[in-house]
Every structure is written in structure tokens, then in C-alpha cells.
């Protein structure tokens, strides 16, 4: 038998918070909750095997004569490793994975703002999904911008809260931000009068030295966090993300979510990562030291003014004019950032990914170079 332990969420915040048609669905039932063994004869699937099969993977498939088969539905060995490595006390019923962390931020809204009515609240500058989210599940958006050290301005968001807001989103590290939002920061907002869900995107959260939020979440049922294996784990490419939360929560994203939605290829190679973390401390270790180069060197050019903080794989500077421009003509020099200076307290900044030490110096290179062009 495939199916992993039910949660009721007829209890709890999720009963609280969750739309009623919500609570009120019956998932759809797949193949394989059932049975996952035997002669497989249950799923109208081809039982003459795949047409095509991965010729770039790390290691030959075991299971290249299973890709007929539907993948498993609960991903129940990569929770298992992932609360493995995270540790925290959660278990396999604290995790939801999903298509990268963006389908639990859709989940998320879909689940719990009834659209027309319920609204979200961010904090900008951060990262853009949350509005298009929220526009697409026709949510409205209450916005309290970051201080302009891009720390949380809690107050004034606890006030502007109201009962339609049922989702607080916290990037933290933050993009464009680079900032970690201190964990006495994120309890401060769970422990207050907010009766919502506090979202905190933890992205980044393994270049930074603050800690986990999911060390809250089985004190704050209010808490939820967004994690995914593209940034550290460097596997943008298989979209695997997770949310972390109270079973209540998780039982309702698996309720909600497609039946098959990680397929067996992604989740073969998020299994392998997870079993080799060794490697993934080795990769950080390299970012980490890169950074420290990058933003030495950044903060010894004149026309830079400020270099952010980072407590992430980037860093957010701001030069004193020409940020745009000297952003187009590096990329059309073949060295591609993120002009960042149309977002709130991002004036004449450019966000720079840390890359490969070659990689780096071209980039310092090419942006001494530009600048100076520019100036004549």
C-alpha cells in the first residue's frame, strides 16, 4: 500500500482558515494509493515501457523500465530524507513537495483566500510571484515595504492586517534583499493578534548563518515555510520544491495538488542529492567565499555607494548612476545580472549572482569597464 498517513484537517488553523469548498473536497483518488505492487494493471498504463529514456543523468536509472508507471504520489522516500537533513522534529506529514516552491505558493492561495474576497499581504521589495499569484487567483494585496535596510517594519504590518488577510508572506533571505529576517522576528509576527498563515520563503535560507523557520513550526501551527532544492542544491532544473507546516495544512495541499504532480525523473534526482549532502556543504563553502570576494571587490569600485549585506547566493549593490544602462551593456558584453532599480528602496541597484571565480572576475571586470565607457 502506497498512501501515506491521512491528517484530519477538520481540525486546527486549517479548519479556520481554509475555504469551505475546500474542506469540503474529496481528493481524487489515484491508482496508487491503493496498491503499488503486483502486476499493475489499474493505471491504463503502457506496460511496454518508455519510447525514450534520460541519456545525460549523473547515474544510469535503476528504475529506467518503471517510467511507464505513474510516479509515486506522496513522495514519501524524499520526505523522509529531507526531514532527515532538516531535522526540527517534523515528519513526513509536516511536508508537502511540490513543482518548486512556486505551486505551494498557488496552493497556498488557492486553498486558503476565496477569490474576490481574501487578500495576502507582502512586504516589498520581494520576490514577484507572490502578486502574480495573487492577481491570477484574483486575490487582493495589502503592501508594507521592507525599512530601507530591508528590515520587516512589523507594527505596521500587524496593522494593516485585517480578517480578509489570510496569507503574510516573509521572504527571508529576501530577494532582491539578500536579508535574512531574524527568527525572534518571524515568532514576533506568529505570537501576535494575526489569525492568518505567515508564509516565510526560505529560498536561500542555506547561504545564510540566521537559522530555519521550520525550528517554529511545530510551536506556531500559524507557521508555514517554503523551501525548494533550486538555489544551495543547485537543481533549478528538476523543479522540486517543498512546504513545510502543520499536518492540518500539508493534508489540505495534498488534497488540493494533481495527483502525480513530481514525476519519477525528479524525484530519482532530488533522492540522490539528498543522500549526498556532503556535496551540497562543499558547493555552499565555494558561494560563501566567492561572496566575500565579490563584495570586497564591489565596495573598492568608486562610482559603487552601497553593497547590501547577503546572507544568500547574490548581492544587491547600488551604484551612483548609470544602473541601467551599464546593466544592458554588460549583458550585451555576454555577463547577465538583474537591474533591480524599479523596485522600492532599490534605486540605481543591480543584483549580481555569485558564479564561478572565473565567472566573477568577468563580471567585476566587465562592469569597471562598462561604467567607465559610459562616463566618457
Known amino acids: 500500500m502506497a498512501e501515506e498517513k491521512k491528517s484530519d484537517p477538520s481540525t486546527g488553523i486549517a479548519h479556520l482558515l481554509a475555504r469551505k469548498n475546500i474542506l469540503e473536497l474529496s481528493p481524487y483518488r489515484c491508482a496508487r494509493d491503493d496498491y503499488s505492487e503486483g502486476v499493475l494493471l489499474d493505471a491504463n498504463e503502457n506496460a511496454y515501457g518508455p519510447t525514450s529514456l534520460p541519456t545525460n543523468s549523473l547515474d544510469p536509472y535503476d528504475n529506467h523500465n518503471t517510467l511507464e508507471r505513474y510516479p509515486d504520489p506522496y513522495q514519501t522516500p524524499m520526505k523522509e530524507l529531507f526531514c532527515k537533513y532538516r531535522g526540527c522534529g517534523i515528519t513526513p506529514a509536516h511536508v508537502f513537495v511540490g513543482v518548486g516552491s512556486d505551486e505551494a505558493i498557488d496552493l497556498l492561495m488557492r486553498i486558503f483566500c476565496q477569490p474576490a474576497q481574501d487578500k495576502i499581504l507582502t512586504t516589498p521589495p520581494t520576490y514577484g510571484m507572490y502578486k502574480v499569484c495573487a492577481k491570477v487567483n484574483d486575490v487582493g494585496i495589502i503592501t508594507v515595504p521592507l525599512e530601507k535596510d530591508f528590515s520587516l517594519r512589523v507594527p505596521e504590518m500587524l496593522a494593516a492586517v485585517t480578517p480578509?488577510?489570510?496569507?503574510?508572506?516573509?521572504?527571508?533571505?529576501?530577494?532582491?534583499?539578500?536579508?535574512?529576517?531574524?527568527?525572534?522576528?518571524i515568532e514576533a509576527v506568529a505570537k501576535s493578534q494575526y489569525k492568518g498563515l505567515v508564509v516565510v520563503d526560505e529560498a536561500y535560507v542555506d547561504f545564510s548563518t540566521e537559522g530555519s523557520a521550520i525550528s517554529l513550526v511545530n510551536q506556531y501551527p500559524n507557521i508555514v515555510v517554503l523551501q525548494t532544492l533550486s538555489k544551495a542544491f543547485g537543481l533549478a532544473g528538476i523543479r522540486c520544491g517543498f512546504c513545510i507546516g502543520g499536518p492540518d495544512v500539508i493534508q489540505l495541499m495534498n488534497n488540493v495538488k494533481a495527483p502525480y504532480n513530481v514525476n519519477a525523473l525528479t524525484s530519482e534526482v532530488a533522492i540522490n542529492a539528498l543522500q549526498k549532502t556532503n556535496v551540497l556543504q562543499d558547493n555552499i563553502a565555494k558561494v560563501l567565499a566567492q561572496r566575500k570576494v565579490v563584495m570586497e571587490k564591489l565596495n573598492n569600485l568608486d562610482f559603487v555607494t552601497e553593497v547590501f549585506p547577503s546572507d544568500s547566493n547574490f548581492v544587491l549593490f547600488r551604484m551612483k548612476e548609470k544602473a541601467l544602462e551599464c546593466y544592458k551593456q554588460m549583458a550585451d558584453g555576454g555577463v547577465v545580472t538583474r537591474y533591480r532599480g524599479t523596485e522600492i528602496h532599490c534605486e540605481n541597484c543591480i543584483r549580481v549572482t555569485i558564479g564561478t571565480e572565473e565567472e566573477n572576475n568577468k563580471f567585476l571586470a566587465l562592469l569597471e569597464t562598462t561604467f567607465k565607457a559610459l562616463q566618457g
Do not use: Q
Not at 174 to 179: D, E, I, M, R, S
Open 164 to 185: 480578509e488577510v489570510k496569507l503574510l508572506f516573509i521572504c527571508s533571505p529576501g530577494n532582491p534583499t539578500a536579508k535574512a529576517i531574524p527568527l525572534s522576528v
